[in-house]
């Protein structure tokens, strides 16, 4: 599933981020890279151990946690500390390839299964051309570009790319989901089945029989599919 969720940052939130990021320490993108990618990886990034870095890194999971479309669409079990990129002037592209499939974490912390890959624009597209998260799958490509505080979501089996950036920078924040539910399709029905009774609730009330069958039926799903 491909979703793209906005206000994950609100607007005082992303100008936050700008000013942690006036004074950014970037360096060569490919240190995280796995030996595919860094062969199609051409950016910038922030270390994961600077002092920016941690401080954007808690001010977007304070984002994701309050986020109810983020919680019903990705069922997160576990998400990979958030790291910070750039695209522009010479480093400004990244050519196809696939996530690894796990995510080790530093120092012995533990690893990510990488079920869900995530992006989170922190740019505005009007401050760059180019750019363009570009996601594969069977329905063809999907390009996607957002306003900054917005999020993508999609699988991390998907073939993807950042198309070059001719003026301006990308900046964003790149991060994985090991999610509840391992399955996408399965993610994609219990989101599905939770936006229709978001909706339901608002006009029949929870104490509606209908309501209180298919959120009893959601849950059952949910046990039969889910891993905590």
């Known amino acids: 599933m491909l979703l793209q969720i906005k206000g994950v940052l609100a607007s005082e939130e992303v100008r936050e981020a700008r000013r942690i990021l006036a004074c950014a320490p970037w360096g060569d993108g490919r240190i995280t890279a796995g030996s595919q990618s860094a062969l199609a990886k051409n950016n910038e990034q922030l270390p994961e151990t600077c002092e920016q870095t941690q401080q954007l890194q808690q001010l ?3 984002g994701l946690e309050r986020h109810e479309t983020f919680f019903s ?20 592209s990244f050519g196809n390839h696939v996530d690894s499939a796990v995510r080790f974490l530093r120092n012995g912390a533990g690893r990510v299964r990488t079920d869900i890959s995530c992006t989170l624009f ?15 799958d069977t329905f063809g490509e999907h390009r996607v570009k957002l306003a900054a505080g917005d999020l993508v979501l999609y699988p991390g089996t998907s073939v993807h790319r950042v198309l070059p950036v001719t003026r301006g920078y990308r900046v964003g ?22 936006k229709h009774l978001r909706r339901l609730r608002v006009g029949a009330g929870e104490a509606d029989p209908s309501v209180i069958g ?8 949910l046990r039969m599919w889910m891993d905590v």
């Open 60 to 62: 977007l999971l304070r």
């Open 73 to 92: 669409a990705a069922l997160p079990k576990q998400i990979s500390p958030p790291l910070f990129n750039r695209y522009g002037a010479s480093a400004n």
């Open 122 to 136: 922190l740019a505005d597209p009007e401050d760059y051309d180019g750019g363009e998260l570009v996601v594969e």
């Open 173 to 194: 924040s790149y991060f994985w989901i090991q999610s509840m539910v391992r399955s996408d399709e399965q993610r994609r029905l219990l989101y599905e089945m939770d």
């Open 214 to 221: 298919l959120t009893g039926t959601y849950h059952n799903l």
